[in-house]
């Protein structure tokens, strides 16, 4: 059982509960040292007088808020401190808001929120019961390691979750940050309705399990491909083209029939399939034949490796396939320049790879 970042009480109205907070989210980076290049020596950042060029020690640091270029005022950590909301006691709720009338740009990090010991089982689940039937989050302001936060209490599965947001004033407004949005753009009937019957093609269950980090599995590949003395043959695919607006109604044409082919295609040779993911997700690669790993190099150890087909009921089944599922397909036949390419480009690439080669007259 993990430990919890935070222990307190957990209040609304008259009514008041123990918990515990505990860290929902963790992160999966790949961490690197920083090294001289031809060496194993690590490099290190140090603080630096920048005009002196010496090492200032830890100690001997103020911060300085600039008021104008090159005019600051120092605030000691001392002065920070007495000012600083320290750390909450209790988690108040101030009042309860419609959980549809938040916008999920207001959330920033989540966490689990349990009862702090089993006597305080039953107030603890009639908050979540409560919630849960009534669609709402409770706001409270919260003080936690030095800093305060505005955060929603919302149930969840049965148990209850803190997310700690934004202010309103941290929110950029997107008309000022980005550009070229659309102000008034004419639309046909056409090219809604068939827009819309395109999304509801690709409709598929919403499965986390289904997602996961390919860069991160590539950035491990290349270190055991190095660690092992493998080559590494580095390739950059085609850069999607954008559609032209002319082109429009028949980009949105041939991907309707692209979604609705395999189905038509199969439908006397297997029964007719959902819309939506049609073949099960595969939350890991499947086992490799015998002889050892893959390898990323043009050449296998022991002579010139041999393509690998895709078979024709294989390609009939590639647009049913999501973008992760396809990526596999590609890893598994080393395609090169998978990592850059889209989920049209990576079908087409697998595809291709399925046809034979014509003999050279």
Do not use: C
């Not at 123990?18 to 060496?39: I, K």
């Not at 008021?67 to 401190?81: M, R």
């Amino acid at each position: 059982m993990a430990r919890p970042v935070w222990t307190g009480v957990l209040s609304f109205g008259l009514v008041t509960v123990p918990v515990a907070l505990y860290t929902a989210t963790s992160s999966h980076d790949v961490r690197f040292h920083q090294l001289e290049r031809g060496t194993s020596d690590r490099v290190r950042n140090r603080r630096v007088n920048e005009r002196t060029g010496k090492e200032v020690g830890f100690a001997e640091i103020v911060k300085g808020y600039e008021v104008a270029e090159g005019e600051y005022v120092i605030v000691e950590p001392e002065e920070l401190e007495q000012i600083s909301p320290g750390r909450s006691r209790t988690i108040d709720i101030a009042g309860f808001v419609d959980l549809s009338d938040v916008d999920p740009i207001f959330f920033d990090k989540t966490y689990y929120l349990g009862p702090r010991g089993t006597e305080y089982q039953k107030i603890y689940a009639l908050l979540v019961e409560a919630l849960a039937r009534s669609e709402r989050v409770g706001l409270a302001m919260f003080a936690m390691r030095g800093k305060e936060y505005l955060t929603a209490v919302r149930s969840e599965q049965g148990m209850l979750e803190l997310h700690t947001m934004h202010f309103a004033d941290e929110v950029r407004d997107a008309r000022t940050e980005v550009g070229d949005l659309p102000e008034k753009v004419k639309l046909s009937t056409q090219e809604i309705k068939t827009a819309e019957q395109l999304i509801g093609m690709l409709a598929i269950e919403w499965k986390p399990e289904d997602w996961h980090d390919t860069y991160e599995e590539q950035v491990k590949k290349l270190i055991e491909d190095k660690l092992a003395g493998r080559e590494i043959a580095v390739s950059t695919g085609p850069a999607p083209e954008a559609t032209n607006v002319i082109d429009l109604m028949d980009a949105l044409r041939r991907s309707v029939e692209g979604a609705r082919k395999p189905a038509d295609e199969g439908a006397s040779e297997q029964p007719k399939k959902p819309a939506g993911r049609t073949t099960p997700a595969r939350t890991g690669r499947s086992p490799k034949a015998a002889g050892g790993k893959k390898t990323t190099s043009t050449k296998a150890a022991g002579g010139t490796s041999t393509p690998k087909r895709v078979s024709a009921t294989g390609k009939r089944q590639l647009s049913q396939l999501t973008k992760t599922e396809l990526y596999e397909r590609a890893t598994d036949l080393d395609i090169p320049g998978r990592s850059t390419m889209t989920r049209d480009q990576l079908q087409h690439a697998l595809e291709a790879a399925g046809r034979p080669h014509r003999a050279a007259s």
